[in-house]
DNA sequence: ACATAACCGAGACGGTACGTCAGGTCTTGAC
DNA sequence: GTCAAGACCTGACGTACCGTCTCGGTTATGT
């Protein structure tokens, strides 16, 4: 959750029109659907307004950017799809994590809500922490796996589990963003065997 | 070259007042000049028709976006910094072009650049083929480090190339992008060496 | 008044901030001066919004057009200076009529925006129907001066008011726009009195 | 004949290539259709060059503006259009005269270009001289027809043949440029009696 | 016959202004 | 205190034509 996610915290409250539930969803909602129907890079603050029926400036009040909007309105189904498997095998755990993560494929207009955050993350620095953070969250789940590896014999101690960590993220993002290759959820499995060579044993020269 | 690159190729020429060499030179001076002064997300086509001294119409004339331009303007720079090993050795080939990948860190603008042409690829459909096809000319080194190395014996047949290339450039994006960690020209060796080491043998399970 | 004329009219206001008087005043007033100091045809909306002081979109949404904007500029002063005589007499009436009708030779910058409307009337086919509108509201004063004439018996029965008034405005435009004679406010008595001589008699052969 | 009208005309030729008619033809060509099909307004030079596959340089070399080219463009069927007569009859002569002007409705793209030439003529100063001179030309058709009826007594000694010549040609104007009322050739007749009804007899007070 | 000179096409160039879009802020009155 | 409405300033967009300026190439002379 980023901003404005949860009316009823922050501030005590001393009195007052209580904010409204309703504006909140209409405006999550319509940012979804000009999501699908238009893509990332055609919303704006001012068609979200005409779209939900809510007014510029309350849209303005609880989120200050559009990728804000826009990670709050994926984050609730993005936070639900993010497996922490536990099997007690780094093979498998990290096969389901990325076959999950690859899976986005089927869901557009997440694809397009990540490419248009990773976008906005580059253009506004104010934006780029908030992407940080979230992105953290995720690499910790794949950092545990890794961890546990490590920890349980599995794999070479001395493997670098944040690089490790890039080497699963990486790729994925990078031919999300460039388009040269397709996401695979399918050989993701292949993909995660071939790396866990090189981390079983210690590096070379 | 991107467009407009070389005022002496495309059409044969029937008549017609001659490119002008220094309107070019400078909007492309000019382009990086605001790019190192102020960054890429401050860049317009505005500013660098007043910095450069040549009028809107003429730069428009001959890139169709900030994008395009800012590509243009980097490219040659970048081209002279794209080394192509061929020491006989995957190892010391891919280290070589690896630590020249990271070493973009050392130079500000050209990190702000790349990031913000991902950035404007994501969101303007007519740039992204075009930076797909510069990423190809700079993948298509690596895969054929690789290649080679798979000529020679020193990796295993059944390498999947093009996973293999996302595996070199995907984590230098993903950090370059998300600003989590830092690019370690250093380092790059250690990483190549773990890589290699899952590249040689044959996956497990 | 032509267009966002009177800042409290139109629809019933349920909300949102009000116009801002100040700004059309500073809009209209640095209209008049730019025609007063440069004329008609170096108005642009651009050189408006930079004297101003306001958003060009702010003009741009109270006034379509340069044109309307000049127009409505110069209505109040006009207005007021549109006089409708009633003496009993047709020759008197049409005599003050007419003089101060030439007495825009005085102005020059009045008669620029005339030449000025005049000619974006016959560029701009939208507000062709504006400047219409608002001459007919000078032709009905001196309808009205001839029709009581008729009425009272000092003119032909016959006389066909439309085309007499026409003989009224038609050279006044003539020269206006023409240029090959001055208006003259001293002449119109002889011009009126010749005038009213044919349409004192019904037309001969 | 404003400019470039007669190729054979100008300085005393010493040699070099001669100026190709067909290429005069086909600008005022292309600007006559032009301006029947989309109204003076549309037309721009770099139009017209598209149109007629001139260059823009050649057009400029021989009409400043584009008022000058339409000008000339008309100038051929309208002097063709002038008559000029002299029956002994002031009245018939001025009726002949003004049905003829009046006219000019049945030719809806002479009709653009006269108000186009007039609005120009407003816009740039350079045009307005080229406009009185022309109009200049019309005048004085009707003047002689006015003077010969002073001479032979068909009018009052004291006409002000100036002012009267205004009164053909204004209201026809007037009209033309308002569009609040109809040109009618078959009134001309009515009309121009009317007014001569002023003309014979000595202004009243 | 051949140099001279003016013409012509093509199209790039520096400009100016256009009219539009969206951003983000502010003001008002209703709830 | 929040909300809908909507006016406001700001900045940049991408386009259209303007009138000028090279270019390369084409014709008529007139010696």
Redesign the pocket.
Known sequence: MVDGGDPANSAPR???????SA??D?VLNATMALLEEQGYG?I????VAARS??????I???WK??ALLVMEAQSEAVARRMPEPDTGSVAEDLTIFASELNRVVEFPQRMEALRGMMADAQLYPDFAGALRDWVQTRRAVVSAILSRGVERGELDADLDVEYATDLIFGPFWYRLLVGHAPLRPDLAGAEIARLLAGFRHPAAD
Chains 1, 2, 3, 4 share one sequence.
């Open positions: 001393t009195g007052g029109r209580v904010r409204s504006a909140r209409e055609k704006t603050m001012e068609g029926g809510v007014a510029k400036s309350t303005y009040r609880w950017s559009k």
